[in-house]
């Protein structure tokens, strides 16, 4: 009886542990990024909550295999040397040379679109995420759109935009 209440214990010690790194990976990942997201926000316009929650999304808080080992948050296609470099996993995502890289080169992305210039200093991240979508940003469709905006809600990550709204006034 002891030996099975201790190894509860144990595994519940343990499960508490390796659950708060996971806890943390979002927080730590808003404090790293969300400057760049700011940034890119005031020289776009694009909400940096967009920015900043389609990365997390993307990029499972920079904890995925391609956030890690190709710098890409946001799961963009493209060229990788990770074959040249010996890495046994293999991709189709873009590998950048910088995290910062990868922001940029999505901002470069919307920029792109039709309909970007109507929504340039828009705050309203859903019209935003709706936007891309019917631009097919992501064939998941409406499900990535759900995760993204809880995201956004999650993390409260909408109070970046006020900054958007300071840059104005």
Do not use: C
């Not at 705050?123 to 891309?132: G, I, M, Q, R, S």
């Amino acid at each position: 009886m002891f030996l099975k209440k201790r190894n509860l214990l144990l595994s519940g010690l343990l499960v508490t542990s390796l659950a708060a790194p996971a806890q943390k990976a979002p927080k730590n990942y808003i404090k790293k990024f969300s400057p760049v997201a700011v940034n890119l926000m005031k020289e776009t316009g694009v909400p940096a909550s967009v920015i900043l929650g389609i990365a997390m999304l993307e990029s499972g808080s920079g904890t995925s295999k391609n956030a890690r080992l190709l710098r890409n948050h946001f799961g963009i296609v493209g060229k990788n040397n990770l074959a040249k470099r010996g890495e046994t996993y293999r991709s189709v995502y873009r590998e950048y040379a910088t995290d910062t890289a990868s922001y940029h080169s999505f901002v470069r992305l919307v920029l792109k679109r039709k309909w970007y210039p109507a929504m340039k200093g828009n705050e309203d991240y859903n019209a935003w995420l709706e936007k891309l979508i019917h631009s097919n940003y992501s064939s998941a469709g409406n499900v990535w759109v759900s995760r993204v905006k809880s995201m956004i809600r999650k993390y409260k990550l909408y109070e970046l935009d006020d900054e958007l709204k300071l840059a104005k006034q």
